[in-house]
């Protein structure tokens, strides 16, 4: 053979090898995994906290209960399984685990505010089946549609004014189909950043909003009833003269932040309303639903009724009524999110019963003895903003008023100060998508993911804390002097 021909033949097996597949080891094919990645950096992080709890004066089952909550939070954030997967496996690790009888574990899954979260959502299909959204758009949006900027602020004011005395999370599925109806009539739809920062208006609204009245969550309600456990009460004015200024402040910050987290600038939208036309049976059915549902909330005080009844109602009384059909209702509903928002409160109550939510507040508590009012008031509001991005808001309020509270005694504070901090400071949970309802609403759209909501709440958060601790420093001592508190 001469070299010519050799030189070729080497050549010819050179490109064989590089063409053939690789043949990874099964290891190695474990390893490309994304989803084992993602695993195997949790589980060495849960190692390195495990090493540091053995060390502390929790408990064996509250060391337990302590890094199976981290594991459910990592799992969320990092999105290894879908969200409702991995919120089922919240109650079933621990059943597994032995931290909770199987009645305690998954009864959160059904609890009141489950439903409650449930029938808002139905209430919304029905608004959008019959077409009555198109109306409530035409009167309540069609003057902020004529650009991007314009229906960001139309947007924002209009979720904030209705959840200041509607619960926010029916605020936040009524308005999420009617955005989501804008976006698909005009290019928007094109612009996935646009998307996102409208549909995260609606959370955040509904947020800020929440905290202005005492009817707006039920983190306001919580605080309220620990407060007559001392012998104190806040009427439902004092509250709102004390909060509602908190989110006038927040709302252009808000409007702000989604436009520079977002990069947005302002274009003009060609969107067509048709002229109004006269409203069909099906649409003064679903209007009526609405504005009954809407009033029992409002009642529900009075009436006896929880919150979770009486959104029910309102679903059955859509499909009663023929508004909507339940194969279509069934088919589009997310179901998984009520599992996130069942998920959540049994991990809050398993932390409570095994005292790791005490622990962790008085330990941190613990490390500013002394440091000072205005620390301590810092350190409530972190404590909040923090538990309430990892859990929901309500559950976050449960475990840290009688705390900060108990804190408020030993440090000689103003228990009512303390409990409107620790309530306020829980409707923060602008960073993940499972801290509040509204969120969890807005994140079954498939719009926002997990980074989105990083990328706009941790600005949002940090502009909120410095806004409520403005306001307890200067605002709140004229606004209690002239209340008498």
């Known amino acids: 053979m001469s070299s010519d021909q050799q030189s070729r033949s080497r050549r010819a097996g050179l490109l064989r090898l590089r063409t053939q597949p690789r043949r990874h080891t099964p290891l190695y094919r474990l390893w490309l995994d994304k989803t084992f990645r993602k695993l195997f950096a949790g589980g060495v992080i849960l190692f390195v906290i495990w090493l540091m709890l053995l060390t502390t004066s929790l408990s064996t089952d509250g060391q337990h209960v302590f890094l199976f909550f981290l594991f459910i939070i990592y799992l969320w954030v990092s999105e290894a399984f879908p ?16 931290l ?8 959160p899954y059904a609890s009141d505010a489950v439903f409650m979260i449930l029938g808002s959502l139905i209430i919304a299909q029905g608004i959008s089946a019959s077409g009555a959204e198109s109306l409530i758009i035409r009167k309540l949006l069609a003057p902020f549609t004529a650009s991007t900027y314009r229906l960001l602020g139309g947007i924002i004011i209009v979720s904030t004014l209705m959840a200041a005395v509607i619960p926010d999370h029916s605020v936040a599925a009524i308005m999420l189909p009617i955005v989501l109806t804008v976006i698909d009539k005009t290019d928007i739809r094109n612009h996935r950043r646009e998307m996102v920062a409208l549909t995260l208006a609606v959370a955040f609204g509904c947020s800020i909003a929440g905290l202005a009245t005492p009817s707006g969550g039920a983190r306001n309600v919580i605080a309220i009833g620990f407060l007559e456990q001392y012998g104190l009460r806040i009427d439902y004015l004092d509250w709102v003269v004390l909060a509602a200024p908190i989110t006038l402040a927040l709302m252009p910050l808000l409007f702000v932040t989604l436009i520079f987290a977002n990069q947005l600038h302002n274009r003009s939208l ?23 549902t809407f009033l029992l909330f409002l009642t529900s005080s009075s009436t006896g009724l929880t919150l979770g009844t009486v959104a029910m109602l309102g679903a059955i009384a859509m499909h009663a009524t023929g508004v909507l059909e339940w194969d279509a209702s069934r088919r589009q509903l997310r179901w998984g999110v009520m599992f996130i928002y069942g998920a959540a409160l049994t991990l809050g109550a398993a932390m409570v019963d095994h005292g790791v939510a005490e622990w962790l507040a008085l330990g941190i508590f613990g490390l500013v003895e002394g440091g000072g009012e205005l620390l301590l008031f810092s350190v409530i509001i972190l404590l909040g903003v923090a538990l309430t991005n990892i859990m929901s808001d309500g559950a976050a309020a449960a475990v840290l008023v009688p705390i900060t509270l108990a804190v408020g005694v030993a440090a000689d504070l103003d228990l009512a100060m303390v409990a409107i901090l620790t309530a306020i400071s829980t409707a923060f949970a602008f960073a993940t998508a499972f801290g509040t309802p509204p969120n969890l609403i807005v994140h079954a759209s498939g719009i926002p993911n997990s980074a989105d909501f990083v990328r706009n709440g941790v600005p949002m958060v940090l502009l909120a804390v410095l806004v409520l601790l403005a306001a307890q420093r200067y605002y709140w001592p004229l606004a209690t002097g002239w209340l008498g508190l």
């Open 83 to 98: 969200l409702p997967v991995t919120a089922l496996m919240a109650g079933t690790g621990l059943v597994l685990l032995g």
């Open 100 to 107: 909770r009888s199987r009645d305690d574990a998954f009864a």
């Open 270 to 292: 060609d969107y067509y309303l048709p002229p109004a036309e006269p409203l069909h049976d099906r649409q003064l059915l679903a209007l009526a639903i609405l504005g009954g």
